[in-house]
Protein backbone atom coordinates (compact mmCIF):
# COMPACT_ATOMS: atom_id res chain seq x y z
CA UNK A 1 0.00 0.00 0.00
CA UNK A 2 1.51 3.24 -0.96
CA UNK A 3 2.70 5.64 2.20
CA UNK A 4 4.07 8.99 3.13
CA UNK A 5 7.51 9.15 4.00
CA UNK A 6 9.40 11.45 6.10
CA UNK A 7 13.40 11.81 6.28
CA UNK A 8 15.09 12.02 8.77
CA UNK A 9 13.30 10.51 11.16
CA UNK A 10 14.95 12.94 13.91
CA UNK A 11 16.71 16.05 13.69
CA UNK A 12 19.16 18.21 15.94
CA UNK A 13 19.91 21.20 15.52
CA UNK A 14 21.58 24.10 17.23
CA UNK A 15 19.16 27.64 17.64
CA UNK A 16 19.77 29.75 14.52
CA UNK A 17 20.24 27.20 12.28
CA UNK A 18 18.09 26.14 8.94
CA UNK A 19 16.48 22.82 8.81
CA UNK A 20 15.03 20.99 5.74
CA UNK A 21 12.61 18.71 6.39
CA UNK A 22 11.64 16.07 3.22
CA UNK A 23 8.73 14.57 2.64
CA UNK A 24 7.68 12.21 -0.08
CA UNK A 25 3.72 11.96 -0.68
CA UNK A 26 1.69 9.12 -2.29
CA UNK A 27 2.41 9.79 -6.08
CA UNK A 28 -1.14 10.26 -7.27
CA UNK A 29 -2.45 12.98 -4.31
CA UNK A 30 -2.55 16.48 -5.63
CA UNK A 31 -2.69 18.29 -1.87
CA UNK A 32 0.13 18.29 0.22
CA UNK A 33 0.28 19.82 4.52
CA UNK A 34 2.55 20.18 6.86
CA UNK A 35 1.58 19.65 10.78
CA UNK A 36 3.07 19.91 13.84
CA UNK A 37 3.20 18.74 17.40
CA UNK A 38 5.10 20.37 20.10
CA UNK A 39 5.30 17.63 22.79
CA UNK A 40 2.19 17.54 25.13
CA UNK A 41 -0.04 19.67 23.09
CA UNK A 42 -2.37 19.10 19.60
CA UNK A 43 -1.31 18.44 16.47
CA UNK A 44 -1.21 21.63 14.76
CA UNK A 45 -2.29 22.60 10.48
CA UNK A 46 0.97 24.78 9.07
CA UNK A 47 0.22 24.76 5.34
CA UNK A 48 -1.33 23.21 2.83
CA UNK A 49 -0.15 23.55 -0.48
CA UNK A 50 -1.57 22.67 -4.19
CA UNK A 51 -0.58 22.88 -7.51
CA UNK A 52 3.01 24.31 -6.53
CA UNK A 53 1.27 27.43 -4.27
CA UNK A 54 0.60 27.56 -0.82
CA UNK A 55 -3.47 26.96 -0.72
CA UNK A 56 -3.55 28.17 3.10
CA UNK A 57 -1.38 28.81 5.57
CA UNK A 58 -1.62 29.39 9.73
CA UNK A 59 -0.44 31.95 11.79
CA UNK A 60 1.76 29.55 12.64
CA UNK A 61 3.95 29.66 9.62
CA UNK A 62 5.68 32.84 9.58
CA UNK A 63 8.78 34.22 7.19
CA UNK A 64 10.80 31.36 8.81
CA UNK A 65 8.86 28.70 7.38
CA UNK A 66 8.67 27.93 3.63
CA UNK A 67 7.68 25.19 1.14
CA UNK A 68 8.42 23.68 -1.89
CA UNK A 69 8.04 21.06 -4.30
CA UNK A 70 11.34 20.66 -5.80
CA UNK A 71 10.48 18.28 -8.27
CA UNK A 72 8.05 15.64 -9.03
CA UNK A 73 8.26 13.31 -5.53
CA UNK A 74 9.87 15.69 -2.76
CA UNK A 75 8.01 18.31 -0.98
CA UNK A 76 9.87 20.09 1.70
CA UNK A 77 9.65 22.39 4.75
CA UNK A 78 12.24 24.80 5.78
CA UNK A 79 13.09 26.63 8.45
CA UNK A 80 15.25 29.13 7.68
CA UNK A 81 16.50 30.23 11.28
CA UNK A 82 15.33 27.84 14.11
CA UNK A 83 14.57 28.59 17.71
CA UNK A 84 14.04 26.51 20.98
CA UNK A 85 10.40 26.71 20.07
CA UNK A 86 10.42 25.29 16.75
CA UNK A 87 11.31 21.60 18.84
CA UNK A 88 8.06 19.53 18.38
CA UNK A 89 7.08 16.30 15.97
CA UNK A 90 7.00 17.37 12.36
CA UNK A 91 4.15 15.85 10.18
CA UNK A 92 3.52 15.65 6.05
CA UNK A 93 0.29 14.34 4.98
CA UNK A 94 -0.89 14.38 1.49
CA UNK A 95 -4.76 13.31 -0.28
CA UNK A 96 -5.87 12.74 -3.80
CA UNK A 97 -8.21 15.96 -3.35
CA UNK A 98 -8.65 19.10 -0.88
CA UNK A 99 -12.44 18.59 -0.20
CA UNK A 100 -13.49 18.32 3.17
CA UNK A 101 -14.28 14.05 3.24
CA UNK A 102 -11.18 13.43 1.49
CA UNK A 103 -8.49 11.61 3.73
CA UNK A 104 -5.58 12.71 4.47
CA UNK A 105 -2.63 10.03 4.47
CA UNK A 106 0.23 10.66 6.72
CA UNK A 107 3.85 10.44 7.13
CA UNK A 108 5.88 8.89 10.49
CA UNK A 109 7.35 12.33 11.29
CA UNK A 110 10.17 14.10 11.46
CA UNK A 111 11.31 14.96 15.32
CA UNK A 112 13.06 18.10 15.32
CA UNK A 113 14.72 19.19 18.17
CA UNK A 114 16.47 22.85 18.38
CA UNK A 115 19.31 23.28 21.73
CA UNK B 1 -13.13 29.33 15.10
CA UNK B 2 -13.11 25.58 14.65
CA UNK B 3 -12.15 23.20 17.76
CA UNK B 4 -12.10 19.67 18.67
CA UNK B 5 -12.38 18.61 22.68
CA UNK B 6 -11.62 15.22 23.35
CA UNK B 7 -11.83 13.33 26.81
CA UNK B 8 -9.01 13.63 28.77
CA UNK B 9 -6.68 11.01 29.48
CA UNK B 10 -4.80 8.23 29.81
CA UNK B 11 -7.03 5.68 29.18
CA UNK B 12 -6.50 2.08 30.98
CA UNK B 13 -8.42 -0.98 30.21
CA UNK B 14 -8.36 -4.17 30.29
CA UNK B 15 -8.56 -6.56 27.42
CA UNK B 16 -12.55 -7.17 26.19
CA UNK B 17 -13.34 -4.46 28.00
CA UNK B 18 -15.77 -1.38 26.60
CA UNK B 19 -14.30 1.50 24.91
CA UNK B 20 -15.14 4.94 24.42
CA UNK B 21 -13.79 7.85 24.15
CA UNK B 22 -15.44 11.58 24.07
CA UNK B 23 -15.54 13.96 21.33
CA UNK B 24 -16.66 17.53 21.14
CA UNK B 25 -16.63 19.95 18.41
CA UNK B 26 -16.93 23.60 17.46
CA UNK B 27 -17.18 24.40 13.83
CA UNK B 28 -18.81 27.08 11.32
CA UNK B 29 -20.97 25.13 8.73
CA UNK B 30 -20.97 21.32 8.00
CA UNK B 31 -17.69 19.94 9.29
CA UNK B 32 -16.34 16.42 8.24
CA UNK B 33 -15.81 14.14 11.08
CA UNK B 34 -12.68 11.92 11.58
CA UNK B 35 -10.61 10.03 13.97
CA UNK B 36 -6.95 8.69 13.60
CA UNK B 37 -4.95 6.48 15.93
CA UNK B 38 -1.47 6.65 16.07
CA UNK B 39 0.64 3.38 16.95
CA UNK B 40 4.41 3.64 18.66
CA UNK B 41 6.66 5.29 16.44
CA UNK B 42 4.14 5.70 13.37
CA UNK B 43 2.96 7.97 11.84
CA UNK B 44 -1.28 8.92 11.83
CA UNK B 45 -3.97 6.37 9.77
CA UNK B 46 -7.24 6.94 9.30
CA UNK B 47 -9.19 4.91 11.77
CA UNK B 48 -12.84 6.28 10.09
CA UNK B 49 -14.69 9.21 9.43
CA UNK B 50 -18.46 10.72 8.66
CA UNK B 51 -19.45 13.28 6.84
CA UNK B 52 -22.70 14.11 7.56
CA UNK B 53 -25.31 14.16 10.39
CA UNK B 54 -26.30 10.82 11.75
CA UNK B 55 -23.21 9.30 9.54
CA UNK B 56 -21.19 6.00 11.04
CA UNK B 57 -18.21 5.54 10.39
CA UNK B 58 -16.65 1.97 11.46
CA UNK B 59 -13.60 0.12 10.80
CA UNK B 60 -11.58 -2.56 13.15
CA UNK B 61 -15.12 -2.75 14.98
CA UNK B 62 -14.38 0.70 16.18
CA UNK B 63 -17.67 3.08 15.79
CA UNK B 64 -18.65 6.63 16.12
CA UNK B 65 -21.55 8.38 15.04
CA UNK B 66 -22.04 12.22 13.93
CA UNK B 67 -24.44 13.74 16.31
CA UNK B 68 -24.83 17.68 15.14
CA UNK B 69 -27.66 17.95 18.01
CA UNK B 70 -25.11 16.83 20.19
CA UNK B 71 -21.57 18.29 18.31
CA UNK B 72 -19.95 14.93 19.05
CA UNK B 73 -18.56 12.13 17.46
CA UNK B 74 -17.62 9.79 20.30
CA UNK B 75 -15.64 7.01 19.40
CA UNK B 76 -16.60 3.26 21.12
CA UNK B 77 -15.71 -0.01 20.75
CA UNK B 78 -17.43 -3.17 21.77
CA UNK B 79 -14.49 -5.42 23.12
CA UNK B 80 -10.70 -3.90 23.40
CA UNK B 81 -7.56 -5.85 22.40
CA UNK B 82 -4.12 -5.42 23.60
CA UNK B 83 -3.27 -4.11 19.99
CA UNK B 84 -5.36 -1.61 20.37
CA UNK B 85 -3.12 -0.12 22.72
CA UNK B 86 -2.28 3.77 20.90
CA UNK B 87 -3.41 7.26 21.04
CA UNK B 88 -6.39 8.50 19.43
CA UNK B 89 -7.15 11.69 17.89
CA UNK B 90 -10.44 13.08 16.84
CA UNK B 91 -10.47 16.13 13.87
CA UNK B 92 -12.59 18.16 12.02
CA UNK B 93 -12.34 19.52 8.31
CA UNK B 94 -14.03 22.44 7.94
CA UNK B 95 -12.93 24.27 4.85
CA UNK B 96 -12.05 22.55 1.83
CA UNK B 97 -12.11 22.93 -1.95
CA UNK B 98 -10.09 24.53 -4.39
CA UNK B 99 -7.68 25.58 -1.01
CA UNK B 100 -6.96 22.24 0.37
CA UNK B 101 -8.19 21.12 4.13
CA UNK B 102 -6.98 21.83 7.14
CA UNK B 103 -7.75 19.43 9.81
CA UNK B 104 -8.32 20.72 13.39
CA UNK B 105 -7.20 17.83 16.00
CA UNK B 106 -7.86 16.89 19.57
CA UNK B 107 -5.84 16.27 22.80
CA UNK B 108 -5.48 13.28 21.55
CA UNK B 109 -5.86 10.47 24.40
CA UNK B 110 -3.39 7.46 25.12
CA UNK B 111 -4.89 3.89 25.09
CA UNK B 112 -3.64 1.30 27.02
CA UNK B 113 -4.71 -2.29 27.11
CA UNK B 114 -3.51 -4.65 29.41
CA UNK B 115 -3.95 -8.52 28.76
Known amino acids: EPEVTQTPSHQVTQMGQEVILRCVPI?????FYWYRQILGQKVEFLVS????????KSEIFDDQFSVERPDGSNFTLKIRSTKLEDSAMYFC?????????????FGPGTRLTVL | GNSVTQMEGPVTLSEEAFLTINCTYT??????LFWYVQYPGEGLQLLLK?????DKGSNKGFEATYRKETTSFHLEKGSVQVSDSAVYFC??????????????FGEGTQLTVNP
Open chain 1, 93 to 105: ASSVQGMLADTQY
Open chain 1, 27 to 31: SNHLY
Open chain 1, 49 to 56: FYNNEISE
Open chain 2, 27 to 32: ATGYPS
Open chain 2, 50 to 54: ATKAD
Open chain 2, 91 to 104: ALSATGGASGSRLT
